[in-house]
């Protein structure tokens, strides 16, 4: 009698022209990793420091994101990146900030900043330009989500031909704002040809999803892949979550990572993105204003697995500053700097040992 793995199993390898022993043995991928820039803002370091840090790290990639130098808009600069990527052999990816404006009357210039992201892009030798709808749902503009997502996709319609004359895709950072099922509709609206999936892990507990489930919407739309991790507990007010280095928290990664390769094609890469240094943020999951002005449309099993999330983590207590915050940022700067440095080193350890990503550390 067969089990039903062993049935699938055969199908599978009947499917694809493998034998068992093929598919049994089949080599795992080896994804290319590169760093998230934005995770080493506190050292302000200029794009050509940033480059010498992949470098001397031996990385495959980088992804040159809120670029702090002197020169970040400026063209002459544009070509000095893709010099330097060439001349290290580093992929690179590169975007802007939020597409949604907070009134209509914003929606012009909106527009005009995502065409210069997209010439910037162009011009480093880039293969996608980022954007996200908004920071957080805080910042989404006034009115029902449906609305903010038919404005997204028009306001991504406009620059359609740009994007596929420059031969780019736009990756839309699935962030603090909407879920990934929504997240992927507005894909789906705007045009896959074009728009495809930033896909982070750290954001999607803050719209209380469970990163597996972020994968599962959005991986075979993904154009890159960010990893950050995040302890997930329950609270008497909720649900709480909180970024921590990678390895840390309550998420399975060696079975998301599996996942995304079952999902994601070849040539997506996979990036380190430690943000820590934030306190604990409650979701208010039992309250009805959480769903309705919020997540309208939620699906009962993504909160279902969200909530068995939750039952399996534990608060982080390891000692850290927690000062990633505007009103003390500055006071504690050199303090941050060194944590975020050991936050680093420690999540690309994580990356390299444990998840067995990257290629050209190995020698």
Same mark, same amino acid.
């Given at each position: 009698?067969? *089990?039903?793995?062993?049935? @699938? ?5 009947? +499917?694809?022209?493998? $034998?068992? /022993?093929? =598919? ?69 990816? *590169?975007?802007?900030?939020? @597409? ?5 009357? +914003?929606?012009?210039? $909106?527009? /005009?900043? =995502? ?249």
């Amino acid at each position: 009698m067969h *089990t039903r793995r062993e049935i @699938l199993r055969s199908t599978l390898a009947v +499917g694809s022209g493998l $034998s068992l /022993a093929g =598919l049994a043995d089949a080599a795992p991928r080896q994804w290319r990793l590169g760093i998230n820039t934005y995770c080493l803002r506190f050292w302000r370091w200029n794009d050509r420091q940033l480059f010498d840090y992949c470098i001397k790290e031996k990385l495959d990639a980088i992804f040159l994101q809120d670029s702090l130098d002197p020169g970040a808009m400026d063209p002459k600069h544009w070509a000095e990146v893709r010099s330097w990527a060439r001349e290290a052999s580093l992929h690179i990816e *590169t975007g802007g900030s939020a @597409l949604l404006p907070k009134t209509p009357a +914003g929606i012009p210039q $909106s527009v /005009a900043t =995502l065409r210069r992201n997209i010439e910037r892009a162009k011009a480093m030798g880039a293969t996608m330009v980022r954007t996200l709808l908004a920071s957080d749902r805080y910042s989404m503009p006034e009115g029902p989500v449906e609305q903010h997502v038919e404005t997204a996709v028009r306001m991504l319609k406009e620059v359609r031909q740009q994007v596929l004359d420059a031969n780019l895709r736009i990756g839309l950072e699935n962030h603090k704002d909407i879920q990934a099922w929504r997240t992927r509709q507005l894909i789906e609206a705007a045009g896959k040809d074009f728009v495809g999936s930033y896909l982070d892990t750290g954001n999607p507990v803050f719209v209380a999803e469970d990163p597996l489930t972020t994968v599962e919407e959005l991986g075979p739309y993904a154009l890159t892949f960010h990893l950050r991790d995040s302890v997930v507990y329950n609270h008497p007010d909720g649900i709480a979550v909180q970024w921590v280095p990678l390895g840390e928290g309550t998420i399975d990664f060696k079975a998301l990572v599996a996942r995304a390769a079952e999902l994601m094609t070849p040539d997506v890469h996979i990036y380190c993105k430690p943000i820590t240094a934030r306190p604990p943020v409650v979701l208010p999951v039992y309250g009805d204003e959480f769903w309705t002005k919020w997540f309208p449309g939620a699906r009962s099993r993504d909160l279902a697995r969200f909530a068995a999330l939750a039952r399996r983590g534990r608060p982080w207590n390891k000692p850290h500053v927690m000062a990633d915050l505007p009103e003390v940022r500055d006071r504690y700067m050199d303090a941050l700097k060194v944590q975020q440095m050991a936050h680093m080193e420690q999540s690309l350890t994580y990356c390299r040992k444990d998840l067995n990503l990257g290629v050209r550390w190995r020698g």
